[in-house]
């Protein structure tokens, strides 16, 4: 049984939402996905070359408890908060810099739950980014 999560996507913005377009293509749109099924779309990327690091995309897609239970069966210990905190990180934008580039995709952002991440400072900021990405 494995202790510990592999290490983060090196381009974690591309990996979000390379993950992000086929669960919305084999899912639909979600709020949250189960871990399977981001596992599943993790296997079905360009990204799966036999390591298994979905557990990073889980923290952006799945809900918190689906995250633990999934962990506590699995044996790994993983930190939700604090790996979401650095895939989100992976797309923030730098100041004065304008939105980030991201491909054209039809993805749910809902899953950008700030307020679990940061606290009540920035709740309701995942609506507003949200609003942004329906244009695309």
């Known amino acids: 049984m494995s202790t510990g999560c592999?290490?983060?996507?090196s381009n974690k913005k591309e990996y979000i939402a390379d993950i992000g377009k086929i669960l919305v293509q084999e899912y639909g749109t979600q709020k949250y996905y189960k871990p399977e099924e981001v596992k599943t779309a993790h296997q079905k990327s360009k990204w799966y070359d036999g390591l298994d690091f979905s557990c990073w995309?889980?923290?952006v897609y799945s809900s918190h408890s689906d995250f633990t239970g999934y962990h506590q069966q699995t044996g790994e210990i993983c930190d939700y908060t604090a790996m979401k905190t650095?895939?989100?990180q992976g797309i923030s934008?730098?100041?004065g810099s304008g939105l980030p580039e991201l491909p054209d995709a039809d993805i749910d952002s809902?899953?950008?739950d700030f307020g679990?991440?940061?606290g009540?400072?920035?709740e309701g900021i995942g609506d507003f980014i949200g609003g942004i990405f329906d244009g695309f």
Do not use: G, Y
Request: hydrophobic share 60%.
């Open 6 to 9: 592999h290490t983060a996507p």
């Open 57 to 59: 995309a889980m923290s």
């Open 120 to 122: 009540n400072i920035l």
């Open 116 to 118: 679990e991440v940061f």
């Open 93 to 95: 934008v730098p100041t």
């Open 110 to 112: 809902s899953w950008l």
């Open 86 to 88: 650095a895939m989100l």
